[in-house]
């Protein structure tokens, strides 16, 4: 006779009831805290819009932000090209061979000064020029210049403008420009502004890869 309290089998019910409710929120918790590691060989692919022209030739834009703070990962307060999401380094990606590549920067990031004024020409671009807030540049001001992006094999370099310091909060700056690639292989980019830290502003975020370097695989 059991009657009065709940009988052996009740209570078994009872105890595997629980515990799967406590597994479900464990892995509901540890779902809802887990970020991706903000590796250095993410790659941006899946944020690119791939057009293939009347041609046959392809055209890849990739739209990315320069932040100054990337906010996830083990460095998470170095700044960064960055996808829009907010969650991948910008500067890993693969693009197709002799084909057109069109780069969208929104900037966030305030002005810094360039060792070197080379860097303020627009290098390699189609047409030679860069739009700077749609309206096309040759050379940006040194004054104005806040990151490149540098591609040496290909003889690109692109300034990027900095916000002003009077700047209201969430101020971008955008850049747009296109190249075209050669043959396949990966090849290296990177910010050429003394942007970072330690010594002469060129270590942490301008010595990693998934900052302010990056690799292009050609396919
Ligand atoms: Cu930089």
Redesign the pocket.
């Known amino acids: 006779m059991t009657s009065g309290r709940p009988g052996g089998r009740a209570r078994i019910y009872v105890g595997v009831g629980t515990l799967l409710v406590v597994i479900a929120t464990i892995i509901y918790v540890l779902g809802v805290m887990y970020k991706p590691a903000y590796g250095a060989y993410r790659s941006a692919n899946r944020f690119e819009h791939v057009q293939t022209m009347a041609n046959g030739q392809t055209h890849t834009t990739l739209e990315l932000n320069i932040v100054q703070t990337v906010n996830t990962g083990p460095h998470s307060d170095w700044?960064g090209y960055q996808t829009l999401d907010g969650n991948t380094p910008g500067t890993v990606f693969s693009v197709p061979a002799h084909s057109l590549v069109t780069i969208i920067v929104h900037n966030y990031d305030s002005r810094?000064a360039l060792r070197n004024t080379f860097f303020t020409l627009v290098q390699g671009t189609v047409g030679g020029v860069e739009y700077v807030n749609n309206k096309p540049i040759r050379v940006m001001s040194p004054d104005f210049t806040?990151?490149?992006f540098t591609i040496p094999d290909l003889g690109v370099s692109v300034p990027m403008e900095g916000i002003p310091s009077n700047a209201k909060a969430n101020a971008f700056e955008t850049m747009k420009f296109t190249f075209r690639t050669n043959g396949t292989g990966v090849i290296r980019w990177q910010?050429i502004?003394p942007?970072?830290s330690g010594l002469n502003g060129f270590g942490g975020?301008?010595q990693e890869i998934g900052y302010?370097d990056g690799l292009i695989t050609v396919t």
Do not use: D, K
Request: charged share 0%; net charge neutral.
């Open positions: 700044l810094t806040s990151h490149t910010c502004v942007c970072g975020p301008m302010m």
